[in-house]
Nanobody
Framework: QVQLVESGGGLVQAGGSLRLSCAASGSIVSAFSMGWLRQAPGKQRELVAT???????NYGDSVKGRFTVSRDNAKSTVYLQMNNLKPEETAVYYC???????????WGQGTQVTVSS
């Protein structure tokens, strides 16, 4: 059973930075694709970033150039560095793992990111 625990969310001013961490349990996490999704109130959930087991990355169009996803397989942890944050990026950010087709098998509980203007 894989468990994902996010940390690092909080309140930041527009233009600021945050780094989210996702600690994963489970002996085969290093073999999974992992990523971050977010959901703002009243909006659909959207892709933020993904990283494959081999380290290939993919980003949502709105975050390209500002966000960076990385992973440390030895620590079973994935990170999301978020720079130049915007108020409209206020959302709950979810760590996910184990992509199957268009769905994700494992989800964290989510961490709130609030960007003030």
């Amino acid at each position: 059973q894989v468990q994902l625990v996010e940390s690092g969310g909080g309140l930041v001013q527009a233009g600021g930075s945050l780094r989210l961490s996702c600690a994963a349990s489970g002996s085969i996490v290093s073999a999974f694709s992992m990523g971050w999704l977010r959901q703002a109130p009243g909006k659909q959930r959207e892709l933020v970033a993904t990283i494959s087991s081999g380290g290939s990355t993919n980003y949502g169009d709105s975050v390209k150039g500002r966000f960076t996803v990385s992973r440390d397989n030895a620590k079973s942890t994935v990170y999301l560095q978020m720079n130049n944050l915007k108020p409209e990026e206020t959302a709950v950010y979810y760590c996910v793992a184990g992509k199957i087709a268009s769905t994700w098998r494992y989800w964290g509980q989510g961490t709130q990111v609030t960007v003030s203007s």
